[in-house]
């Protein structure tokens, strides 16, 4: 063997190495770099099966990080001429529920439907969603509706995010209100809008059409005072008992 052929015979192995050594750096570096992309928007999407009946409530967590960012909840009440029973959704601190006030300055929340913008150019001042007093009335944006949607405005490390509920809300009579939530989702990205009812970033999901029951009863305007003052709870009962003695 040449003096030539030997030299190149012993580098060999270690450019093949060096190959080696360049392939593996250049595969660690891609991972490196893909791990520090920055994650694309998605929607995070949360089916459920939850009915919240009289004296009911319901927490959701829409990021799960075991912390409500809002919960539902059905207060029934009674005194010796009537029952009332008000279904609202209440946010957790910072957070907010899509609507604004209404009669009497009533907090009502909005029974947005399937393909409605939730986002920052939306008021999130939204609370009551529906009430029932017997031998009286109705109030509410959410009575007897089927798969309407709560627009929902929350917190991560101190970023907003927006988010929808799913529900379907029924006045079954004598003063009874039953809400069953059937899912909700939130956007990844802060700030970004949500369409509701969309459960993938890439295209609209395939649900149930919104199918709204007849409207809510029209109140006199006396009634539909006392019927909201009840709806905002036990404090609001005290003050309607003191002024009908």
């Known amino acids: ?35 520090t992309q920055p994650t694309a928007a998605r929607i995070v999407y949360t089916p459920v099966h939850h009915v919240v009946g009289k004296n009911g409530h319901y927490n959701i967590d829409l990021n799960h990080d075991k912390v ?48 409605a913008v939730i986002g920052p150019a939306q008021p999130f001042q939204g609370r009551l969603m529906a009430s029932s007093e017997s031998g009286q009335g109705t109030i ?27 529900l379907s809300v ?16 939130y956007e990844t990205v802060a700030n970004k809008r949500i369409i509701a009812g969309r459960t993938n970033s890439d295209s609209d999901d395939t649900l149930e059409s919104d199918q709204t029951i007849p409207a809510a009863v029209t109140l006199p305007a006396s009634q539909s005072a006392t019927l909201g003052r009840l709806a905002l709870g036990s404090p609001a009962l005290s003050v309607w008992k003191r002024e009908v003695r």
């Open 170 to 185: 029924h006045a079954l009579g004598g003063a009874f209100v039953r809400a069953t939530l059937t899912g909700y989702a």
């Open 1 to 35: 063997m040449k003096p030539s052929d030997k030299t190149a015979s012993m580098l060999l192995p270690s450019t093949q190495r060096l190959n080696m050594y360049a392939l593996a750096a250049s595969a660690a570096g891609v991972s490196v770099l893909a791990l």
């Open 68 to 115: 409500a960012d809002l919960t539902l909840v059905n207060t029934y009440s009674c005194n010796t001429d009537f029952c009332v029973d008000a279904l609202s959704a209440l946010p957790a601190a910072g957070n907010g529920i899509e609507g604004m006030p209404g009669f009497l300055s009533i907090p009502y929340a909005s029974a947005l439907t399937r393909g």
């Open 140 to 166: 509410g944006r959410w009575l007897n509706v089927n798969n309407r949607y709560l627009g929902l405005k929350f917190q991560i490390k101190g970023k907003t995010h927006f988010g929808w509920a799913r």
